[in-house]
């Protein structure tokens, strides 16, 4: 059985190398070719970024990121208020 799981690895291709600058996201780079640490972005681009990219993988693309409405523990909060 091990030899079966090193065959295995030696036929995988190796996996690709990401770079970013030092002090830079490499997930941000692997996914958008950025990241909020270049020059010309904010934090903010990049939250942004990343939301979309999740609600587009679960086919929520119409959907606001946003609830449309308090949650049921914000309304207890303000009614304690």
Known sequence: MCDETTADQETQEPALLHVAPPGHSRAGHRAFGWCSRCSGREVWEELLAWRQRDNEALDETKTADR???PSL???AVNADG
Do not use: D, I
Request: charged share 35%.
């Open 67 to 69: 609830a449309g409405y």
């Open 73 to 75: 523990e914000a309304e």
